[in-house]
């Protein structure tokens, strides 16, 4: 079990560049998540998927930001034109359809990102 | 909406004597509840999960945490604290119905716990 793993683990940019994470979950969760984390703050919720359906989005996830899972299996989340305010962690988790009703989230090392 | 409050900031304690982390919890019906550590740099890893059932849950690392419905907490407590059990500690709630909303984690602002030596 390689568990959750996110690249790269830092991203530092100049505000107005498009900036793309990468998640890899555990290969056998169908469910895999993204949460961003600011300093100070536990992670507050963003998207989710099943499979390769996005299922539901946060109202923190404005039209700047935009999550994949094309395949059902890795997913990348894209932030056009960042702006200072985004500048966080960016978490992503997954969990196991069996385990749908208790939603025990495996989480990764997350990406830190700094925007300049 | 549901919500997590962790009253305590920091959490100092003295190696070998007990710690208690403090949660509480609001959400529509029944909850589903846990604790999850996080150290510099890292990841958040899971340590326990309150379901159903027994209001005392064991989790990793020695680490237990207790339900407690009319009080809406879910106190993290261990018996013994090492140095090592130093780290960010967060507190998460989700609804027990399935659907719209249910799946996502309400995390608190996490408790940084010290151990001392």
């Known amino acids: 079990d390689t568990g959750v793993s996110q690249d790269p683990r830092h991203k530092i940019t100049k505000r107005g560049q498009n900036v793309t994470f990468r998640c890899d979950p555990i290969s056998e969760h169908n469910r895999l998540y993204w949460y961003r984390q600011t300093l100070g703050q536990g992670p507050e919720f963003l998207t989710y998927?099943?499979?390769?359906?996005?299922?539901?989005k946060s109202r923190l996830l404005s039209d700047r930001f935009s999550a994949e899972r094309p395949k059902g299996s890795f997913s990348t989340l894209e932030i056009q034109r960042t702006e200072q305010g985004d500048s966080a962690m960016y978490l992503c988790a997954s969990s196991h359809l069996g385990a749908l009703k208790y939603n025990e989230q495996f989480f990764g090392p997350g990406t830190r990102l700094t925007v300049l | 909406a549901q919500s997590v409050a962790q009253p305590e900031d920091q959490v100092n304690v003295a190696e070998g004597n007990p710690l208690t982390v403090k949660c509480t919890y609001s959400v529509s019906g029944n909850p589903y509840l846990f604790w999850y550590v996080q150290y510099p740099n890292r990841g958040l890893q899971f340590l326990l999960k309150?379901?159903?059932?027994?209001?005392l849950v064991k989790g990793s690392y020695g680490f237990e945490a207790e339900f407690n419905k009319s009080q809406t907490s879910f106190h993290l407590k261990k018996p013994s604290a090492l140095v090592s059990d130093s780290a960010l500690y967060f507190c998460?709630?989700?609804?027990?119905?399935?659907?719209?909303?249910?799946?996502?984690?309400?995390f608190g602002k996490g408790t940084k716990l010290s151990v001392i030596p």
């Open positions: 998460a709630v989700r609804p027990e119905y399935s659907g719209a909303g249910s799946y996502q984690l309400t």
């Open positions: 998927f099943q499979n390769e359906a996005q299922l539901e």
């Open positions: 309150y379901i159903t059932g027994d209001n």
